[in-house]
């Protein structure tokens, strides 16, 4: 398995912007199809935004769709999410992962191989 830690969170104020990182490292010669989930306190883990290996197929959960945006760069083993119109109810650990079950199996945790330990995003009002 691969590693995947994740950067770029922190502390904002409501309709500020946020990207997100998560550099991958360890098995990187086999790409993986790639997911976003977060967990606000309290609550379970949610999905996110997902990503195919080729960046060909997307996914985002209703609440983010037309707000964030999930990409990736193979050549640097990175996967990007842009979090643009951030709202309170955003605020949560957001959690990387990565999978190689079909895309469209990607809205669903169980389905990923392995996890990163996190970051934090904060928005306040």
């Known amino acids: 398995q691969g590693q995947l830690v994740e950067s770029g969170g922190g502390r904002v104020q409501a309709g500020d912007s946020l990207r997100l990182s998560c550099a991958a490292s360890g098995r990187t010669s086999v790409i993986y199809n790639m997911g976003w989930f977060r967990q606000a306190p309290g609550k379970e883990r949610e999905f996110v935004a997902a990503i195919s290996w080729n960046g060909g197929v997307t996914y985002y959960a209703d609440s983010v769709k037309g707000r964030f945006g999930i990409s990736r760069d193979n050549a640097k083993n990175t996967v990007f999410l842009q979090m643009n119109s951030l709202k309170t109810e955003d605020t949560a650990v957001y959690f990387c992962?990565?999978?190689?079950?079909?895309?469209?199996?990607?809205?669903?945790?169980?389905?990923?191989?392995?996890w990163g330990r996190g970051t934090q995003v904060t928005v306040s009002s």
């Open positions: 992962a990565a999978s190689r079950r079909a895309p469209i199996e990607l809205r669903v945790g169980a389905t990923y191989d392995f």
